[in-house]
């Protein structure tokens, strides 16, 4: 069925325990990580406060912290503390450890630390661009390159490329979202222009086998559509998705405009919304039964296709779709289609055990996608609300802090593994050629609305009982006063 992102889905546990409070880490400035750093030759940390973790990111010349380190924190700390004041305490800090307010500033100690921070600041705009929106951000960043700059000419080189690429990146995004509006505009609904089918002929010209018959094709523009919303997405909106007052210290977290900073995960929703109400509006729509049954067996094939290429999303909301009741209850037409196949996949996506089978299948996908030669063996599409809802109760289930105050990092490296696994896949280039009239029509083909399915369904055949009677009754009455 139509997800929303904050449905629960049956049978799920959180898998990580809150960790116990731990001993408070020394907070001194040091040379060195700290005991809490995620090295490679010790154990990663589960709790520490947050000076403490804010000190295992600055490097100094002889340390840097691992990539996953930074990833995870910088990922979850805007649950604690904003982006530009992140930057600043880090800029604070390297300021006070490389004594870089000196003057003269010892150029060659400079000259070791130098390519560590840039290093740092180049993963930080490249993994997460749009804190750097903000223009303080980008102020406190060219302030601090200043400082160092005079040591050797590559740093202004080195922040120069750093700006342009995320001036570009930044670009690309704003690009991203204005295409998602003109997209939510051009979709069209046309449930209350429904009218019956033995009165008027119905107001759809064009449909889906009119304008592709090949449900590999089908299923490769699809797949298209899938890698578009996935590669807008940014990590930091799994975060921020789920944002929560923090009990410990009586404040909000630091978002401004909340709405926009998941724009992405909520149109990826939509758009799943959209492909299962598509699916069904094209197999109630045709008058006869031999038509519909016909439709039923070309998605089952489409349904089929996505499983093959690794789109499980497309996958699951063409099952919902047929699930859906208003196509459910057509029996008859039902009768008429080879539905074997289908039966099959619905068990590939059947929520028991926590959706045990779908889960099995998608680490065989991800498995394919690590050891594949080619861009079509990497395609993995996850099942998006699921993912969506794993998170969810992930944050559900563990606080973000210890009683002691220290940051629960355990949870959060979890939830950053979880999220960088996502990233990796966002990443694929679709390997499949656009077909720019198939495409148009996935996003702009009429849908009905509900109740428009079930007056189309009943039309197509005749309510069976006295409930559905009322119904349809009711529906039609609504339908034709509005014309």
């Given at each position: 069925?139509?997800?929303t992102?904050?449905?629960?889905?049956?049978?799920?546990?959180?898998?990580?325990?809150?960790?116990?409070?731990?001993?408070?880490?020394?907070?001194?400035?040091?040379?060195?990580?700290?005991?809490?750093?995620?090295?490679?030759?010790?154990?990663?940390?589960?709790?520490?406060?947050?000076?403490?973790?804010?000190?295992?990111?600055?490097?100094?010349?002889?340390y840097?912290?691992?990539?996953?380190?930074?990833f995870?924190?910088?990922?979850?700390?805007?649950?604690?503390?904003?982006?530009?004041?992140?930057?600043?305490?880090?800029?604070?800090?390297?300021?006070?450890?490389?004594?870089?307010?000196?003057?003269?500033?010892?150029?060659?100690?400079?000259?070791?630390?130098?390519?560590?921070?840039?290093?740092?600041?180049?993963?930080?705009?490249?993994?997460?661009?749009?804190?750097?929106?903000?223009?303080?951000?980008?102020?406190?960043?060219?302030?601090?390159?200043?400082?160092?700059?005079?040591?050797?000419?590559?740093?202004?080189?080195?922040?120069?490329?750093?700006?342009?690429?995320?001036?570009?990146?930044?670009?690309?995004?704003?690009?991203?979202?204005?295409?998602?509006?003109?997209?939510?505009?051009?979709?069209?609904?046309?449930?209350?222009?429904?009218?019956?089918?033995?009165?008027k002929?119905?107001?759809?010209?064009?449909?889906?086998?009119?304008?592709?018959?090949?449900?590999?094709?089908?299923?490769?523009?699809?797949?298209?559509?899938?890698?578009?919303?996935?590669?807008?997405?940014?990590?930091?909106?799994?975060?921020?998705?789920?944002?929560?007052?923090?009990?410990?210290?009586?404040?909000?977290?630091?978002?401004?405009?909340?709405?926009?900073?998941?724009?992405?995960?909520e149109?990826?929703?939509?758009?799943?919304?959209?492909?299962?109400?598509?699916?069904?509006?094209?197999?109630c729509?045709?008058?006869?039964?031999?038509?519909?049954?016909?439709?039923?067996?070309?998605?089952?094939?489409?349904?089929?296709?996505?499983?093959?290429?690794?789109?499980?999303?497309?996958?699951?909301?063409?099952?919902?779709?047929?699930?859906?009741?208003?196509?459910?209850?057509?029996?008859?037409?039902?009768?008429?289609?080879?539905?074997?196949?289908?039966?099959?996949?619905?068990?590939?996506?059947?929520?028991?055990?926590?959706?045990?089978?779908?889960?099995?299948?998608?680490?065989?996908?991800?498995?394919?996608?690590r050891?594949?030669?080619?861009?079509?063996?990497?395609?993995?599409?996850?099942?998006?609300?699921?993912?969506?809802?794993?998170?969810?109760?992930?944050?559900?289930?563990?606080?973000?802090?210890l009683?002691?105050?220290?940051?629960?990092?355990?949870?959060?490296?979890?939830?950053?593994?979880?999220v960088?696994?996502?990233?990796?896949?966002?990443?694929?280039?679709?390997?499949?050629?656009?077909?720019?009239?198939?495409?148009?029509y996935?996003?702009t083909?009429?849908?009905?609305?509900?109740?428009?399915?079930?007056?189309?369904?009943?039309?197509?055949?005749?309510?069976?009982?006295?409930?559905?009677?009322?119904?349809?009754?009711?529906?039609?009455?609504?339908?034709?006063?509005?014309?």
């Open positions: 069925m139509p997800q992102m904050f449905s629960s889905p049956s049978g799920y546990s959180p898998h990580l325990a809150c960790t116990e409070p731990v001993e408070e880490q020394e907070e001194a400035p040091r040379e060195g990580p700290g005991s809490g750093a995620c090295l490679s030759n010790g154990p990663p940390i589960t709790s520490a406060s947050l000076d403490t973790l804010i000190q295992n990111l600055v490097p100094t010349a002889d840097y912290p691992e990539k996953a380190y930074v995870t924190f910088l990922l979850s700390a805007r649950l604690f503390i904003s982006p530009p004041d992140l930057l600043a305490r880090v800029c604070e800090l390297c300021i006070k450890q490389q004594q870089l307010d000196q003057s003269p500033l010892d150029t060659a100690k400079v000259r070791k630390f130098g390519p560590k921070i840039l290093q740092l600041l180049t993963e930080w705009t490249e993994t997460f661009p749009s804190d750097f929106r903000d223009d303080k951000m980008v102020g406190q960043l060219k302030d601090f390159i200043h400082r160092i700059a005079p040591c050797d000419e590559a740093y202004w080189k080195s922040l120069n490329q750093l700006l342009q690429k995320l001036s570009q990146r930044l670009a690309l995004m704003s690009q991203g979202e204005e295409s998602i509006v003109k997209v939510s505009l051009t979709a069209s609904s046309i449930s209350d222009k429904l009218v019956a089918f033995k009165t002929p119905p107001p759809i010209t064009k449909d889906m086998l009119s304008i592709c018959n090949d449900p590999y094709t089908l299923a490769q523009q699809l797949t298209h559509i899938e890698l578009e919303h996935l590669r807008r997405i940014e990590p930091e909106e799994f975060v921020q998705a789920f944002v929560q007052k923090d009990p410990l210290d009586g404040t909000q977290p630091c978002f401004g405009d909340q709405k926009k900073k998941t724009t992405n995960l149109a990826y929703v939509r758009w799943f919304n959209r492909l299962c109400y598509l699916v069904a509006t094209e197999i729509m045709p008058a006869k039964k031999k038509q519909r049954a016909t439709v039923i067996e070309f998605f089952i094939d489409v349904a089929r296709e996505c499983f093959n290429i690794g789109n499980f999303n497309s996958l699951m909301a063409i099952i919902s779709g047929m699930n859906m009741t208003p196509v459910s209850r057509l029996k008859k037409t039902w009768g008429k289609a080879k539905t074997a196949k289908f039966f099959i996949l619905e068990h590939q996506m059947d929520p028991t055990g926590n959706f045990y089978n779908y889960r099995t299948a998608l680490r065989g996908a991800a498995h394919r996608s050891t594949a030669n080619s861009n079509r063996e990497k395609v993995v599409i996850p099942f998006f609300s699921l993912l969506i809802k794993d998170i969810y109760f992930l944050n559900e289930g563990c606080a973000n802090r009683p002691n105050g220290h940051v629960n990092f355990e949870k959060f490296m979890e939830l950053a593994r979880q960088g696994e996502f990233m990796t896949w966002k990443q694929v280039e679709c390997p499949f050629e656009e077909d720019r009239s198939i495409l148009h996935l996003h083909a009429p849908i009905f609305s509900e109740d428009g399915l079930y007056l189309a369904s009943y039309e197509s055949e005749s309510p069976e009982n006295q409930v559905e009677k009322d119904r349809w009754k009711a529906l039609r009455a609504n339908v034709l006063a509005k014309t």
